[in-house]
C-alpha cells in the first residue's frame, strides 16, 4: 500500500467497532471526519485521549465532524477499556472505536510504522472533508499525548479556507484576521472583502475573518 498524501481519496472499509460494524464512508456521510488510531487498549496516554475526544463531542458536532478511532485490539477488549476510560475520565465515550485485529484498516491508513514498533499502530490522525479526500495528517509518537485544541483550530481553519479565498496565519485562532490568497490582485480583494483589506507588503495583505458577521 501506498503512503496516503494531502488529497488521496481516504479509503472506504467496513469494519467491526465497539458499536457494531459501520462503514466509514456512510458513518461520515456529507460531513467532515477524523480517524485516529491508538497503540492498544489499556495504555495510560490513549485512556486520556479518548476521554479527551468524549469530552470535545459538542465541539466537534459544531463543526459537522464525526470522529471514529482505532485500536489493534478487539470489540470486548474494547468494551471493557471503555469502562475504564468513562470511569477515570469522567465522562461518556459515545464514538465508535474499530477492531483491528487484523490490521487490516492500519495497514490502509499506514498506521503501523514498523522502525517505531512493528505490531502496534501510532498515532496518526487523518481529517477528511466531505469530498472525502484527506485534508491533514499528523503522526506522533507513541509516548506523545494529542494536542485536541490544536486539531479544532486546524479543522476551523481547513473549513474557512475550504470556501473562502485566505489562508490562516501563523498561530492563527477563529476569529482572527487571515490572509487574502496570493493569487488573488488587491483591488479585487478589496471588492472581494467588504471589511477591507490591509496590505502590509504585495504579497502579504491581512483581512478580517470574512465568514463572521
Known amino acids: ?10 479509503p472506504n472499509f467496513k469494519a467491526q467497532t465497539s458499536e457494531g460494524e459501520i462503514d466509514f464512508y456512510e458513518y461520515l456521510g456529507d460531513g467532515w471526519g ?11 496516554v490513549c485512556t486520556t485521549e479518548l476521554g479527551t475526544v468524549a469530552k470535545y463531542r459538542k465541539e466537534f458536532e459544531k463543526r459537522n465532524v464525526k470522529v471514529m478511532a482505532l485500536s489493534v485490539d478487539g470489540v470486548e477488549s474494547h468494551k471493557g477499556w471503555i469502562k475504564d476510560i468513562n470511569e477515570t475520565q469522567h465522562t461518556n465515550v459515545d464514538f465508535p472505536i474499530i477492531a483491528d485485529e487484523d490490521r487490516k484498516v492500519s495497514d490502509l491508513y499506514d498506521m503501523i510504522h514498523p522502525n517505531a514498533d512493528s505490531t502496534f499502530t501510532v498515532r496518526s490522525v487523518y481529517v477528511i472533508g466531505p469530498d472525502k479526500t484527506i485534508k491533514l495528517i ?3 509518537p507513541a509516548s506523545t499525548g494529542r494536542n ?9 481553519s481547513l473549513q474557512l479556507t475550504a470556501y473562502h479565498k485566505v489562508a490562516t496565519p501563523a498561530n492563527w485562532k ?10 488573488i490582485p488587491t483591488e479585487e480583494a478589496k471588492q472581494i472583502f467588504k ?12 483581512t478580517p475573518q470574512p465568514n463572521l458577521d
Not at 500500500?1 to 488521496?8: E, K, S, W
Not at 477563529?174 to 493569487?183: A, Y
Open 1 to 10: 500500500m501506498a503512503t496516503l498524501r494531502l488529497g488521496d481519496k481516504a
Open 148 to 156: 485536541f485544541d490544536e486539531l479544532l483550530r486546524v479543522i476551523d
Open 195 to 206: 471589511k477591507g483589506v490591509k496590505e502590509i507588503k504585495p504579497y502579504l495583505r491581512m
Open 34 to 44: 477524523i480517524l485516529f488510531s491508538h497503540p492498544a487498549d489499556y495504555t495510560p
Open 138 to 140: 499528523i503522526t506522533y
Open 174 to 183: 477563529n476569529g482572527e484576521d487571515v490572509v487574502v490568497s496570493p493569487s
